[in-house]
């Protein structure tokens, strides 16, 4: 008696994504192969320092710059061990990508931009605008693509998120609570909109106070441009120094004022450090000296602007922070993402060209200027922002070649 054979059922679907098409894969094995090739000069980068140590060479030699000659092997170290890291986070990254494991490929890729803007840092204190920061330029560029691609949430999900947002952000504005934190555990969203915005706004704003206060109190009647950047009427220190206050104090916008007013002024004197050692390092530029004042640390930060920034930092968040909600909030609703990416994208542009700018101004103050086989940022550079120019823009600034880094 002939059986009837079971009918066949089809297996049950995972919810594993679809395989990465071949040329991801093909990137996966790149990144293997460069990975092993990293790791090898960085070793062989390590034996050789380790034979001329032993020999001993005087790495002190290196430069004539005095204490800069430390900082700048102090960075190459650090490059180093960023570079030894890199390697290995790529050699696992080829791994997932071949394997296909999609959620902690765009995991690692997320770690791996941290690293590569720091590498990338890194390589423009040593080196300058050179074409060595072109790879770990693009390798941000490659793992932000990676991780969107790898992410669902941010691909099948990506555009029902978007349409819900968006009735979302009609309602809230109707009602007054946009950008509002929904969570009630902070003031505002931490969202980038919101972020972007309070850099922007506090760009502007910290101009225009310390236009004000050089003229009221550092020197009476006279007026000084104090802008950061070559357009626009913009000081990055307050921008970045308010993102920082804000995400930190956002969950604490009701405590207690004294804590308040400590913790801005630690964050804000230690951004003010950071920002004055990373211009005299990089470009030999010195913005401002506190040498002889009250509790001064190295002539960049002193008690007297640990206080300003702990008071501006409590205004800030007390005060300040709904009014800056609110003007935000009179962009439609439907324009505000729109019109934030075209102004971030002209930010990036003017704070990229600013670099550029500061890098070829140290290098002609420094002699080291080829103008002959230059790129043409660089003679683009040359022609429209020449000493003259940068003194004029940048009129706090004084260039002290002899304090860079430069390797």
Known sequence: MQTKSKPKHLKPKSGTPDKYPWFIRLYGILSIIASGIQIAAVVFAVLSLIALAREGFDFSQLDAKGHASITTIIIAIVLLVVSIVLAIMFLVLGIRLIKNKPHKAATLCHIMIAFEAIDLVCRFMLVGMDADLIAPFANMLILFALEAY??????????????????????????????????????????????????????????????????????????QDRAGLLYGPFSPIYGFGAVLMTVALNRYYKSNPIVVFLVAGLIGAAFEYFVSWFFE?????????YSGTFLNINGRVNFMFFCIWGALGFVWVRFLLPIMLKAVNIIPWNLRYGITAVAAALLIVDGGLTLAAFDCWYERTAGTMDYENCSAIVAFCNEHYDNEFMQNRFQSMTMHTENASRA
């Open 281 to 289: 390092t990089a470009f030999g530029i010195i913005a401002w000296d």
């Open 150 to 223: 790898s992410d669902p949430s941010l691909r099948a999900e990506r555009n029902k998120k978007r349409r819900d947002q968006e009735l979302a952000d009609k309602e809230a504005q109707e009602k007054g609570t946009l950008g509002r934190d929904a969570s009630g555990k902070g003031y505002i969203t931490l969202n980038f909109f919101n972020v972007f915005w309070v850099f922007v706004i506090c760009c502007v704003i910290g101009l225009i106070l310390e236009i004000i206060w050089h003229m009221t109190v550092v020197d009476p009647g006279v007026y």
